[in-house]
């Protein structure tokens, strides 16, 4: 990063790619938006297992995308509220709501304003997949959600596993991927230029830029401690519902694991933590 780059200007390049993707993402089969207008519930097997009765509670939803989720969540019987900080995933997902036929608030924020702009008195925060490496400052984000919390107020993550960024992914050897090519300790944000949209692989975003941050399993933990929240659980897990590394396999509807043949490893965690 040069001196010129704030963290603002870095989240400023995020957003320009988040606001191309949200058209994109919304019709892609990726993201079943007609399944889920059909009924369909668009979270996973490990988020339903583990998240328990959402029934009655005040649920914020942080970087909620367009949607989904969040309304998901809804018809677990959640008052929802999702936050993100690009108007068109709010726009989207306000939308979404609409045809959805489901209440539910939205609101354009970033993370570290959360408790500003979603007010606080929570009984539960939710997080998901594809969110915490967007993310420059984790102490902020724990900090936030700690206040929106009310007081036995639960939070719920479910993430890839920081070890993936670790693998190789750029040989045509499917059998060299798995293989620890690159450090899981890494200071500040990491530079990308990928013009591939993980939903729409044939896509070519013209916002091919982005700032992420390699956040150790540690700092998750550590963060979400220091913030006063008491952990209830981290729970490790094989499978990651994108393709992560390539030669990942479809093992159902809802995950990708590593092929026959490649060493077991965590792909994606789970976090369940309490305000006291
Ligand atoms: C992969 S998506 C969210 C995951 C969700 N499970 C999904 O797949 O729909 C990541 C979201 O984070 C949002 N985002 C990125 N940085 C953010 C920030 N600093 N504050 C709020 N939202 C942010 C993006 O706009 C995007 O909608």
Redesign the pocket.
């Known amino acids: 990063m040069t001196s010129a780059q704030s963290s603002d200007d870095l989240?400023a390049a995020?957003?320009a790619r988040?606001e191309e993707q949200v058209d994109i993402h919304v019709g892609s089969d990726f993201?079943r938006v007609k399944e889920f207008l059909e009924g369909e519930s668009s979270l996973d097997p490990i988020v339903l297992g583990e998240i328990g009765d959402v029934r009655g509670r005040r649920l914020l939803h942080?970087?909620?995308?367009?949607g989904?989720?969040t309304l998901s969540l809804a018809r677990l019987g959640a008052e929802v509220t999702g936050?993100?900080?690009?108007p068109k995933?709010i726009a989207a997902a306000e939308t979404l709501a609409r045809d959805a036929g489901i209440n539910a608030r939205f609101i354009c924020?970033?993370?570290?304003e959360a408790r500003a702009k979603a007010g606080t008195g929570y009984d539960v925060v939710f997080s998901?997949?594809?969110?915490l490496m967007?993310?420059p400052d984790l102490a902020v984000w724990a900090r936030n959600i700690a206040a929106c919390l009310a007081p036995g107020g639960m939070f719920y993550l479910a993430e890839g596993h920081p070890i993936t960024w670790t693998f190789e992914d750029e040989s045509d050897r499917i059998e060299d991927n798995f293989r620890i090519v690159r450090s899981y300790f890494l200071e500040g944000p990491q530079q990308w230029e990928n013009a591939h949209d993980y939903a729409e692989p044939d896509v070519k975003l013209a916002h091919f830029k982005s700032n992420e941050w390699q956040h150790t399993l540690a700092e998750v933990v550590s963060a979400l401690a220091e913030a006063g929240l008491r952990i209830e659980f981290l729970h490790e897990h094989d499978r990651l519902p994108w393709p992560a590394v390539p030669g990942m396999v479809r093992v159902d509807e809802h995950y990708f694991m590593a092929p026959e043949g490649a060493p077991a490893m965590p792909l994606s965690y789970s976090v369940k933590a309490r305000k006291a």
């Open positions: 989240l995020n957003l988040w993201y942080l970087q909620c995308h367009f989904l989720d936050l993100d900080f690009s995933a924020a970033r993370v570290d998901s997949w594809g969110a967007w993310l």
